[in-house]
């Protein structure tokens, strides 16, 4: 069992930066592939981002702003978002799967976190 917990939501104005966190439990996590997604009202969860051994891959929607990046000593995913616009308002969720495939659908991770709100008002 493989347990996550995001923090670093926010409200913040339009052009400004958050970094999400989230932190993993398990021993072998620098194997695990872990995703970002995001979930706006009555909108489907949408792939953001993830980060696998093979590298970094992100959902056109975010390419330039957004960077992920993971700290396998503390068991650690970062989702660091610059130029913030109201568009990237949802709920953020990091997912983990931990036998390195991952991908951009939601399906194909086993575990989630709670998600953190972040709100970009214009």
């Known amino acids: 069992q493989v347990q996550l917990v995001e923090s670093g939501g926010g409200l913040v104005q339009a052009g400004a930066s958050l970094r999400l966190s989230c932190a993993a439990s398990?021993?072998?996590?620098?194997?695990?592939?872990m995703g970002w997604f995001r979930q706006a009202p009555g909108k489907e969860r949408e792939f953001v981002g993830a980060?696998?051994?093979?590298?970094?891959y992100y959902a056109d929607s975010v390419k330039g702003r957004f960077t992920i990046s993971r700290d396998n000593a503390k068991n650690t995913v970062y989702l660091q978002m610059n130029n913030l616009e109201a568009e990237d308002t949802a709920v953020y969720y990091c997912?983990?799967?931990?036998?390195?495939?991952?991908?951009?659908?939601?399906?194909?991770?086993?575990?989630w976190g709670q998600g953190t709100q972040v709100t970009v008002s214009s």
């Open positions: 997912a983990a799967e931990p036998y390195g495939t991952g991908g951009s659908t939601p399906s194909a991770y086993h575990y």
């Open positions: 398990g021993r072998t996590f620098s194997s695990y592939a």
């Open positions: 980060i696998k051994w093979r590298g970094t």
